[in-house]
């Protein structure tokens, strides 16, 4: 049996930042599976099925990866961004821990992504250049409470933090609560930054004081980095604001 | 005046991590500045200056930097890595603000890479699937006791942890007394990855229960992860355990 399954990161969008063995693996794979947008990046081939499934069916989708890998194809589940953040890459170890032991033996590989906060860190300046934290504000796998949890705590730790699935249409309301929060916790104006789909032709970048964000300022293609106590502003003339937080903390 | 200044990431160790957009400045630049086993990764040829320095000299690398950039040199600051996380990054927009106005007019970037967490994550499965957050356990540009507050609350947020720079020989003790301050805030023995050198010959994992970590696990080249409470471990037959941490947290 020669099939493999390599669960991979295409990164934030732009073919540039695929890393070459990324691209090498979608050369090699038989079958390419993962939410419809993402396949949609392969390039197709004689010799290559692409297997495009809808949102919120991870699990269906790993164990359809499983399936074929275990039939001996060569199965390349792609993600956006990084594999391991907020992906698929747990979604195929669920699935692997609810199939058959054959599925443990299986050839697997998780190949990292540049993962969607360092694509905006970067286009913003490095406003995650000191301890940070990041967090999935969708509701849909956790209790709201834990989240609310998380950013007091958070804010406590003074954690720079980076919040994927902000707001989407199923859940209008979530991110509004979470700057609630925010605004309470912190008690300083620091910089957020709204990063939209970064290194596409789509990108927008706004850097916000925390006092004026408003919940519409983000949708689901939206990364939003709000800076810790320390992190600082450099204005430019005619040019988008540098943000970063300094590599140290005084005592 | 035609000089620019990219800050980029070479990603943790192997040429097949590194963004062809990287690749592509690295072939561009006219010179390269950076700490000097990073600087070694780069390819000589002629026409390109490599400018290795050692290590806590960060500021000065990156007023250097900025002054060619400032004569019209072609600059590459490379950071192994992301150079958005506990590297370059930071550092040079430290220099700016602290330099002259012209210097903020200057042609800047920053070029993500694959950090050493999404690598060493990676490589375990996937242990940072669910909310985390990165905290650089060194000591030398913060208060220690920063530190220990920082791990309590990540701790009691129930994130999943990964650590920057556990250990050194100068700094030989601390990682003890985080190890410490984790025994006794996390209730259950969950599973802590020790990855070191991740995509190089030096490569080396492994998992261990928290109650079995020691300090001696870890090396300035370790990458240290700690699972959350929901963290599981995937045993296999004559292989590495799988790790990874559930999307999904029940109410």
Chains 1, 2 share one sequence.
């Not at 999935?136 to 609310?148: A, G, T």
């Not at 950013?151 to 902000?166: G, H, Q, T, V, W």
């Amino acid at each position: 049996m020669s099939g493999w399954l390599k669960v991979v990161g295409l990164g934030p969008g732009r073919d540039a930042l695929i890393t070459p063995e990324v691209s090498q693996i979608l050369l090699e794979a038989t079958d390419i599976i993962g939410y419809f947008p993402y396949v949609a990046r392969v390039q197709k081939r004689p010799g290559l099925t692409l297997h495009g499934s809808d949102n919120r069916v991870e699990l269906d989708r790993s164990k359809l990866a499983l399936f074929l890998a275990a039939e001996g194809k060569k199965v390349a589940v792609v993600s956006s961004g990084d594999p391991g953040v907020f992906a698929m890459a747990a979604a195929v170890f669920e699935a692997i821990e609810q199939g058959p032991d054959q599925w443990c033996q299986l050839d697997i590989e998780v190949l990292p992504g540049i993962t969607a906060m360092l694509a905006a860190s970067a286009r913003a300046g490095a406003p995650l250049g000191h301890d940070f934290c990041a967090i999935n504000l969708s509701d849909n796998l956790k209790p709201w409470h834990l989240i609310e949890k998380r950013l007091r705590l958070a804010s406590e730790a003074d954690f720079a933090m980076a919040f994927y699935n902000p707001r989407s249409k199923a859940r209008p309301d979530g991110f509004a609560r979470a700057l609630e929060i925010l605004k309470e916790c912190c008690k300083d104006d620091r910089p957020v930054v709204f990063a939209r789909a970064v290194s596409t032709k789509d990108e927008t970048l706004s850097i916000v004081g925390l006092s004026q964000t408003t919940a519409d300022m983000a949708d689901m293609r939206t990364m939003v980095i709000v800076g810790s106590s320390q992190t600082r502003v450099i204005s430019r003339v005619g040019q988008a604001a540098w943000v970063y937080t300094p590599r140290s903390v005084p005592e």
